[in-house]
């Protein structure tokens, strides 16, 4: 990497989400940049000790494949190990979440990046991102092990699961007073599912949200981060070949992008819940 490259995406951040986002942007042809304030791939689910991700699957049937899948079930291949039975869905989730071999899924995450051709630099944080003074793009600055360097993009990701790269661009954040609950698990019986007012609870569930006595933060899994990467690496290198900004681009061209390398689309997998009379 030298000093003012430019490339079409750079990705701040090679975590759960940000590996799967630069794998689908060097993919689909974009000069790719991902850097990583660690020495290894994967974030959360590997440096971040949390190795069992979950849930590709919604009542037996998959919902969320692509390139995170792809690497979840190379990893669990390549270590001789078997996927949950996703049919027998009515386990606790926990046990209908893949564990994987951390060191592998990174080295397998290494491999991925580099053959979608995208550049990596690793012990390396995001320092400033601002708008280019002329023309479109972003200049970022990067605070490497040899010092501070400049480049340039059309289009940046942030995958650094803390907004960072949107913080420093200026964009207005929304900062909780409080953490995150954490989660609570239970489970609740002596009831028959057709006699049960759906509607009414989730206008309470919603009411307890709006209080602040109960998060629902179910989107944030590992699962739904590496789909939200993917479809981020899709529309920056789409963007950055036609020079529209993602936020325009036909969501037709991007549904086709990420069919061809994998994803499932909404619509695709129609998910029917049948209440049980057992
Ligand atoms: C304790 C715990 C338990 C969980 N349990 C589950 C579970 O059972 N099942 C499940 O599916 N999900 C679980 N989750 C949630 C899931 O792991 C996360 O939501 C998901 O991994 C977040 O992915 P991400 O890509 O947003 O962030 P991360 O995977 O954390 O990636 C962020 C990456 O960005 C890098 N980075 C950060 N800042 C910078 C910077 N300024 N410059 C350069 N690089 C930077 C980090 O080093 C990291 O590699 C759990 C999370 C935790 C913490």
Redo the contacts with the bound molecule.
Sequence with gaps: MDMNEYYDVIV???????VVAAVQSGRAGAKTLL????GM?????T??G?N????FHAWGRQVIAGIGWELVTRCVAETGKTLPDFANYQRPH?QL?IRVNRFVYAALCDEAVVDAGVDIIFH???ADVKPQAEGHGWQVTLCTKNGPTEQVAVVVID????A??ADLAGFSMHIPDENQPATLSCQASGYDLVDLDIDAINRAFDAEVRAGRLANSAL????T?MAT?QAAGAMAALSASTGVDPEALPIADVHALLREHGAILPGDNPISVEPSHT
């Design positions: 701040i951040g090679g975590g759960t989400a940000g850097v990583e304030k660690t791939l994967g974030g959360t689910t440096t971040g949390v069992f991700p979950g849930l926990w979440q390396t944080m995001l995958t650094t699961g803390d960072n790269a944030r899994i590992q699962a981060c990467g």
